[in-house]
């Protein structure tokens, strides 16, 4: 099909081009045949009267004599010679002897003077006619001109088979060529393109030594440098240009990516069900990944398959384990994966998060890594692994692999969907290779996680650090320039790609306003309408410095004494990992220290500190952070933080101060708030209090500032980036068929939000 295309193309302007030749060349043809036949005539005109000899000299004379007809002597010549007609012209000029035929409008005329004979073509109503005139002499005697004419339809009937002869040659010519043509187009292209395949493929592997056909060698640098530059181009202006939006993330999809299938696979699940005092609720966990992926996923409307984890999630489901997400608006299918007591145990509680999770973060826990976990992990990543497959509705889905708790499955996925697009993005960070190597199944965890075309980090210290520790343990080869890894023949991309929230806030259209918000928070609390409010909203884990925020409310009320009965500090805790001593010892520290803060400083109708251990849905975080006069947000280390972002694109009234932990990857971001170390109890203490009297006004530039970077960078944008890369990938595949050809520049690194 492709070649009769092809084929036809060509043709069709070949044949134009053959026709106008052919519009050129046929009078042309026409002019010479007629010239020809012209000269044929005269000569055979000639002849004609040389083989009458003396013998018609001696005819007309005696006629001429005699006055007699000499009709019977003409039409024998005529005859025999198959003349059209038969003159004499006497030398008065006039016509003595005539054929019957021998038309009115040939007339005699003067000889020129030593001139063997005069022609001419004279025109008649269907035709033309050649006309000779010889001079009559003998006996040194001038008797007049013999005029002999032929008839020239012949030459219009030749000239026109001719003509006809021509076009057929030309038309044949032209197919031979063409076919010739595009025979000889398509071997060398196809030549040609595998070659510079080769050339290109090969380059990534052995840059210094490309095996390509050495005719083209000179291009191939340079049609790489064009590729570049042009997807560079396009990038910049898809990433930047995009107001992003759920709606514009959506037309990317059918734009770039043609509405693939989108699946995300996740540990937590966005919608758990559970039983509330007897009916079955929806809940939405308290997870940074879920506040990311949700609006993504209402705007790909893909699949979404994650542990179903909640206590009626069976009770929800269909037969193939699935249910429809949200539960009130369904845009997307929920594939929920059961597992087993044991399995929950040593992949969820073990492996990742007393194993990982320490590891991953600077929070001074000590990993702990057990064989019967580990089997586990390898356990449940199979099982998501088939999950995912039951699920593709297409060979080569997106996937985009959600974390720590899934480090094994890129690699089982490529095996299980070669031809599946899969990014994975790390949530949290990745320590120096020296740290990652602590833990005993290193090698096998990085080459899981190389199964991905990319790996997505928050910042580009955690790209760097993951680089440096494939390096450390795997025979592979960085290139740092663009950020990508070779390993066993596939290349991974490992790039920078900083999550964010909803923005502009979905939830914020439901709610009332700020005003109504601090009112209905303070009543609920129990404390009075102008007492100041400082928010902190986590889960209740090791990582997120509580302790610490509780210790610097405490130092701020030694320090500035004058807060005292004049500002409470909320800590909203959802509990998290319980079945974890570590989570549970520090549950039971922060309980305590609360307990000790507000028996030291609170007194009737005053608690400095109030502590809710307990879910909050996002509609009520919300409120809470509309209430709130600062929020502060501690973390010892943490990959980016969502809870930073939510609070400022919380507050469209451009009020509140953020005071943020520079662990946090969002520290890189949001460069207005107060950056901290929480570490250092005086100084958070003084940013608390620096926050309490900060102007209106510099609460409003630096509020402005930070909503203008979410804005710019949301999490339609974050999702965005990635499958704009997702789509280059599979657009340069179709180029190159294997995953050879370097894999394109990150839409995030030219454009990401600014660094600190
Ligand atoms: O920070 C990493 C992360 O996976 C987040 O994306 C999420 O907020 C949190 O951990 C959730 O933890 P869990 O699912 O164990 O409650």
Redesign the pocket.
């Known amino acids: 099909m492709k070649v009769v295309r092809l084929t036809l193309r060509f043709l069709i302007p070949l044949a134009i081009v053959l026709g106008l030749i052919a519009y050129g060349v046929t009078p042309l043809a026409d002019n010479l045949l007629t010239q020809w036949f012209v000269k044929d005539l005269e000569l055979r005109s000639k002849l004609i009267v040389n083989a009458l000899d003396n013998s018609i000299f001696e005819t007309i004379d005696a006629r001429m004599q005699t006055k007699t007809r000499i009709d019977a002597f003409f039409r024998r010549i005529m005859q025999d010679e198959r003349l059209f007609a038969l003159g004499f012209c006497d030398t008065e000029q006039q016509l003595r002897f005539r054929t019957e035929q021998f038309p009115d409008t040939i007339a005699c005329e003067p000889a020129a003077e030593g001139a063997e004979s005069r022609t001419q073509v004279v025109e008649i109503p269907n035709g033309s006619l050649h006309v000779a005139a010889f001079p009559l002499q003998g006996s040194g005697r001038v008797l007049g001109e013999l005029v002999l004419v032929h008839d020239m339809s012949f030459v219009t009937s030749r000239s026109t088979r001719t003509q006809g002869y021509i076009m057929y040659f030309i038309a044949i010519i032209g197919a031979i060529v063409s076919v010739i043509t595009v025979i000889i187009a398509q071997l060398s292209l196809r030549g040609w393109i595998s070659g510079m395949r080769g050339l290109l493929g090969e380059n990534r592997q052995h840059p210094l030594s490309p095996s390509g056909p050495p005719e083209l060698q000179p291009f191939a640098r340079d049609l790489r440098r064009l590729i570049r530059d042009v997807e560079t181009d396009r990038r910049l202006r898809d990433d930047s240009q995009t107001v992003w939006t759920a709606r514009a993330l959506k037309e990317l999809l059918t734009k770039e990516l043609g509405g693939e299938e989108v699946m995300v696979i ?3 699940e966005p919608y758990i069900h559970v039983r509330r005092d007897g009916k079955v609720v929806a809940q939405v ?8 992926l949700d609006p993504i996923m209402r705007a790909c409307q893909g699949t979404w398959i994650a542990h179903g984890s909640g206590s009626a999630d069976r009770e929800t489901v269909d037969a193939q384990d699935r249910v429809q997400a949200p539960p009130d608006h369904p845009r997307y299918t929920l594939r929920r994966v059961w597992l087993s007591e044991e399995e929950e145990r040593g992949y ?1 509680f073990g492996f ?2 007393e194993g990982i ?1 320490p590891l991953c973060h600077i929070a001074h826990v000590r990993p702990n890594f057990r064989s019967e976990d580990w089997r586990q992990y390898i356990r449940v990543n199979e099982k998501f692994a088939r999950a995912a497959v039951e699920e593709a509705k297409t060979e080569d889905p997106v996937i985009l692999v ?4 899934f480090a094994l499955l890129p690699r089982m996925l490529r095996r299980l969907l070669p031809k599946a697009t899969i990014i994975t993005f790390w ?2 960070p990745w320590p120096n290779p020296e740290e990652f190597g602590i833990c005993p199944w290193t090698e096998e965890i990085v080459s899981g996680l190389l199964g991905s075309n990319i790996i997505g980090f928050h910042t580009r210290f955690h790209c760097n650090n993951f680089l440096e520790t494939a390096e450390r343990f795997l025979e592979c080869r960085g290139d740092r320039e663009h950020s990508t890894i070779s390993f066993r023949g596939e290349q991974t991309a490992v790039y920078r790609y900083p999550v964010s929230v909803d923005y502009p806030v979905r939830l914020i259209r439901q709610t009332k306003s700020v005003e109504h918000a601090r009112l209905q928070v303070r009543e609920k609390l129990g404390i009075p309408p102008d007492r100041r409010l400082g928010l902190g909203v986590d ?1 209740l ?1 090791y990582t997120k410095g509580i302790v610490e925020k509780l210790r610097a409310v405490e130092r701020l009320l030694e320090r500035h004494p004058e807060w005292i009965g004049r500002f409470t500090f909320l800590q909203i805790a959802a509990p ?2 319980d079945r974890i001593d570590e989570y549970r010892k520090f549950r039971a520290d922060v309980v305590a220290e609360a307990e000790r803060i507000n028996g030291r400083f609170g007194s009737d109708g005053y608690q400095p500190v109030i502590l809710r251990v307990e879910h909050h849905e996002p509609a009520d975080i919300l409120q809470h952070y509309r209430a709130a006069d600062l929020c502060f947000v501690a973390s010892l280390h ?3 933080n ?1 809870v930073c972002k939510e609070f400022v694109a919380a507050r469209n009234d451009e009020r509140g101060v953020l005071i943020l932990s520079q662990f946090t990857g969002a520290s890189r971001e949001l460069l207005e708030a107060l950056l901290v170390n929480p570490y250092h109890v005086d100084q958070c203490a003084e940013s608390l209090h620096s926050a309490l009297t900060m102007p209106e006004e510099e609460q409003r530039d630096r509020m402005r500032n930070m909503r203008a970077t979410i804005h710019d960078f949301n999490i339609f944008r974050w999702a965005g980036r990635m499958l704009l890369d997702a789509a280059r990938i599979r657009q340069r595949r179709r180029f190159v068929p294997k995953n050879t050809f370097p894999t394109p520049l990150p839409v995030s690194e030219p454009s990401a939000p600014p660094a600190a």
């Open positions: 996740s540990n937590r966990p308290a997870s940074g990944l879920v506040t990311a969820y990742a998060n999770w959600q974390d720590y708790h949530h949290i889960r884990d998290t990992r943490d990959g980016m969502l």
